[in-house]
Every structure is written in C-alpha cells, then in structure tokens.
C-alpha cells in the first residue's frame, strides 16, 4: 500500500552543469515519522530537500509525496503549497518587509479566513511555543539574532500544522536549552497531529532524541537508514566516521 | 479524514455544558471561528463550565487555542472549569498551548494624530537638512579616497573601475545613441513643421544645433544614466549593505568607499562627457536626416549652415556639465545604496529616491548652470 508512505523517492539524479550532486538515491519516508537526514557538509542534502520540494528541477527519477506524483500537472506547489506542508529553509528565508509575527500569519492570511485578532492570537502562540516573546513579534527580520531568525521560521513552517514539514538544520544556531525545546515542540507535534518530518541535521541529540529513523547520504545516495542503533553499528566507513569521531564520541559513551 | 466541527452547548442548572465534536484543525478555520463567537454569550452568562472533549477527533494548535480561550476565559471570571475526556494522544499538544499567551503583550500608546502630524513635519525639515549634510559628508569621503588614490596612485582599484566604466559606458552607447538621435530627430521635424508657416525653415538648423549642443544631448543622456547606472548603483550597493558585506569588507581593513564607490564614482565621471558627446552627435545626425528628408534640405546645407549657427562655446558649454551631472549622480546613488535597512521594501524604497532624487539635482545643476554661463557670456 503506497498509502503507508509520505514521501517516495525512488531512482532520483540531480545535478549542477557537470556535476551530479545526487546520484540515484532512493528514499521513503513512511507516514507519521520523522526521520533524520545526515551528511556530509556539501554533500547535497539541501539539494534533496530542494527538489523533493520541487524547487530544483530533477534530472532523473520519481518524487511522490501523499501519494501524488511530482510529474503531475501542476507540480507538488500546486497540489499542496501552505496548507499541507511546511519548510524551514536553512538560511530562514522570511520575509523582509514583514514583522515576525505577519511573518507567521502569512500562511494562516492565505489559506483561512480568520479575524485578525485570532490570528494574533495564534501567531502569538506559535512564537511562544518555540521559545520566543511576543515583543519578539514585533522585530523586523533584520532585527533579530540568528538563532531567533530560525524559531520564527520554524514558526511559521508550523503555522497551519500542516503534515509533512520540511526542516534544513532547524537547531544550528540555537542553544542547546532551545534545541531541546524544540525536540520536545516536534516530538508533541508528531503525536497530536501524526506529523512527518523530513529533517536534515547535524545535531546528534536531535537525532538521538527525536528521530525514529536516520538515513546518511554519501557520495549522492542513502547509504545507511535505519534507527539510531542500526548506524551506530552501520560498517561504511563514511557513517562510522561520522558517528564515531571525537566529537560524536560522548554520544554513546557507556556511563561509568 | 477531516470531519465537520460541531460545539453542543448544554445548560444544566447553572452549569453550562460545552462538547466539541470532529476536526478542531485548521482546515476549519473559518467554521471553528465562528462556532466559537456564536458561544461567547452564552459563555459570558455561565457560572460553571464543563467541557467535555470525548468527541474531538482532530485537534491542531488553531483547535486548542479556541478551547483554551473558552476555559480561560471563565477561569479569568472566576467561574470553576473542568476539562474530561481529553484523549492521550491530544493531551501535550492542550497542555502546550495551556500556557501559551499568558503575558500581556504591553500596549503602546496611541500619538495623538495632531501631534504625530506635526512630529512628521518637524522630522522632515530635519531630514531634510540631514539630506545635505549626508550628501556633503560623502563628497568630502569621496574626495578624501580620490587624494588617497591620487598620493598612491596604486591604490586605485584598477579592475574595478575599468568593469564598471565598461558597464557604465560602453554598454549604455546603443540605448543612448538610439533615444538622443531620435530626440534630435523629433525637434527637427517639429521645427520644421512650425518655422515653415514663417519661411524659417532654415533656422531649424540653428535651433537643432544649440538646443542639442548646449542643454538636451547632456541632459538627456544624464537622466538616462540616471535612470540605467545611478539606480543599478544603489541597489547593488543596497543588497550588499543588506546582507553585511560591506560590513565584512570593513573588518578586513578595507574602506568601502575607496573599493566600491571610487571606481563606481570615477567610471560615471568618465562614461557621461564620452555619452553626451556621441548622444549629441547622434542628435544633430537624427536633424540632419529629418532636414534632408522631410524639410529637403540637402546635407551639405545642414553642414554649412551648421558651422554658422554654432560654436564651440555652444559644446564646452554642453560638455563642461557633464562631470559634474556624473558627480552628483554617483553621490546620490552611493549615499542612497548605503541607507538600505535589512528589508527588501528599503531597498526598493531606497532605489527609487535614488533616482528622483539624482534627476532633479541634475536638472537643477543644469539650470545653475545656465545662469553661470549667463552671466558671465557664454
Ligand atoms: N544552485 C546551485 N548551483 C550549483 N551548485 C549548487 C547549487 N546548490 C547547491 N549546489 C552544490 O551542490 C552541493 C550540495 O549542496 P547542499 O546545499 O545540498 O549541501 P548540504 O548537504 O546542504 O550542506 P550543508 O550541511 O553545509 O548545508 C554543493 O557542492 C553545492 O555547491
Ligand atoms: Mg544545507
């Protein structure tokens, strides 16, 4: 049943002039998970994200999310757009112009009809539910710090709950009392709302906390997926570098 | 998957009784919200909430908002709430948004619309005044790095400035040579057609000749630079304020007027005068062909008649501006690039000051211009 699934990617090739930045990859991401995205710096998991989104053409290969073939008419933007899914773009990508609250509004302006003063309200809960003031609300996107730069974005990509969210490193840049805010702020999302989450990160407490699979993308294709467990003893060299080099370490340390 | 929303509101004694059935998502949005002012009376009366979440199926933040504004609201009047039938898999989602919106945002003070008229006012003479003195300061920086360049002469950005005198020049000669010859063109058909009721029509030569000389070739080509190199100027310069490379280029040592804006101010100086001159030509080409054509006067009478009308007076005085139009023109659009604030509207904002701004003061210097060269006879 195809249904079990929320994204399918199968056989996928993009590239850049001569150079093919995603080579043959397969990846499903079942309904109601989240999953974890890791990989080399550069390596093309932006890039991933990007096309399964629809935002860079793809060379070869099949991308369905919900079911829906992105070759279809119209493309998944058409088909799905604000309320079904929502991204976090690793550079945060609000608008300028806009408060951060009219930032988070923006999605719930244009997709239902609500007074003005609920949706205040609403996008006032949403900053509050990822750490921020509502005098936060009031600052330009040029006024705010990098970390808070992420929390409003990922605010606004909750705005409607949609469900499937897309999330380029949504916890670099935050402190880790933040972050871990934000595991909680998803974890709760996933159970009431049966959220998927496609989430490329580089925060091992993230994925150790909050992911139920994680897949590692080298040289352009998964080369490990499975829980947490599985690719701390995954064997490529790649994945065991990432996992078990100094820095990675103290992760799974037995305690003495 | 997604159900109608239904609120069942019950009064048992003064107990008032609320159940919440199907999708409280925001699909619903518009339903939710007014399931929700439809019992605001109702809630208002009660003295005694229950509410009974048994028959949510869905509920998203928009849902536990409402909810949460419900019971709130009667805590808030001291009225007793009790909440049952919250299914587990809802329960942290309405516990989040429990204590969310609990501080009062501070409200800010409304100006009085009379005062706050008068504070724009008085913020625009200011402004105004900050407008000359902003413009003075960057003349004085820009002098400044041009007798750096001038003491160290290998200080001058030499690929920059060769690129954007590239830019500034050489790509714009098609667009003005085209708009300049048809100017030229125009004034001699409409010379023609006018003097020829007093049988003067020859005279059109020595109209065509010291209009395009003296005022329009300069002043059209300034504004079309203007308009072309000044607006391109301050939105590069916009966009690399915004996202903090200038900020970057100034913790490395480098000062951004010497390594951005000379070059830029320096090309401009150079492009205008070689542009007003080929726009002149293209002028006095565009005559020559209509008199030829259309008024029948051969071109070796339009070239006699020509050297006659004009002098050389009538071109330095023409050309004699030009710098000074490419000076004010690059110091507005340098000085404007670099207001831009973080947003994508001041960079817009900012482009468009740029260039209203810079084609009013060039055509205020043209008139300056013609009082000076009035008075002392040229
Ligand atoms: N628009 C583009 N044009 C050309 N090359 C691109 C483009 N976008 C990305 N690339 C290249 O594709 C490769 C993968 O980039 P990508 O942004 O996906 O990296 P990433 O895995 O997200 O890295 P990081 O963890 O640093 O964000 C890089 O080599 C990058 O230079
Ligand atoms: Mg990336």
Known sequence: MTDQYAIRVSDLVVGFGRRTVIDHLSLDVRRGEILGLVGASGGGKSVLMRTIIGLIPKRGGRIEVMGWDADAAGGLNGHFGAPRWGILFQQGALFSSLTARQNVQFPLRENASLSQSLMDEIADAKLEMVGLTPDDGDKLPSELSGGMTKRVALARALALDPAIVFLDEPTSGLDPIAAGDFDALIKTLQKTLGLTVFMVTHDLASLKTVCDRVAALADGKIVAIGSMDDLLNSEHPWVRAYFHGKRSLMLHKKPD | ?378
């Open chain 2, 1 to 378: 998957m997604s159900s109608t929303p239904l609120l069942d509101i019950a009064t048992a004694g003064d107990t008032l009784e609320l159940r919440p059935t199907g999708s409280w998502t925001v699909v619903n949005a518009g339903l939710l919200e007014s399931l929700f002012n439809a019992a605001a009376p109702q809630l208002a009366a009660a003295k005694r909430l229950r509410v009974d979440l048994a028959g949510v199926r869905e509920i998203d933040t928009l849902g536990a908002w409402l909810l949460e504004k419900i019971s709130r609201g009667a805590e808030q009047a001291g009225h007793p709430v009790t909440v049952t039938g919250i299914d587990e898999r809802h329960a942290e989602l309405i516990e989040d948004v429990r204590k969310v919106n609990r501080t009062q945002r501070a409200a800010r003070p409304r100006p009085n619309p009379v005062m706050a008229r008068l504070e724009q006012a008085g913020r625009a003479a200011f402004g105004a005044v900050d407008e000359i003195v902003i413009f003075l300061q960057m003349l004085g920086a820009t002098g400044w790095a041009l007798l750096g360049v001038l003491r160290r002469p290998r200080s001058l950005r030499m690929t920059s400035l060769v690129y954007q005198t590239w830019r500034i020049g050489w790509q714009a000669i098609p667009i003005m040579v085209l708009i300049t010859f048809l100017i030229g063109a125009i004034i001699a058909q409409q010379g023609i057609f006018h003097f020829r009721k007093f049988g003067a029509e020859s005279y059109v030569v020595d109209m065509v000749g010291i209009l395009v000389l003296r005022e329009l070739g300069v002043l059209i080509v300034a504004i079309m630079v203007a308009g072309r190199s000044g607006s391109a100027c301050t939105a590069e310069l916009g966009s690399m304020k915004m996202r903090e490379e200038i900020d970057a280029l100034t913790t490395m040592g480098l000062d951004p007027i010497e390594v951005l804006i000379l070059p830029r101010i320096i090309a401009l100086v150079i492009a205008l005068p070689i542009l007003a001159f080929m726009g002149s030509m293209a002028a006095l080409y565009g005559g020559g062909l209509i008199a030829w054509l259309y008024g029948g006067m051969s071109p070796a009478i339009f070239i006699e008649r020509l050297r006659e009308a004009v002098s050389v007076t009538h071109f330095e005085v023409g050309i004699i501006k030009a710098p000074f139009m490419a000076l004010v023109i690059g110091i507005i659009a340098c000085s404007e690039g670099l207001k831009v604030q973080g947003s994508a509207e001041s960079l817009g904002r900012q482009t468009t000051t740029s260039v209203v701004k810079s084609i009013f003061l060039v055509i205020v210097l043209d008139g300056l211009f013609a009082v000076f060269f009035a008075s002392i006879g040229m």
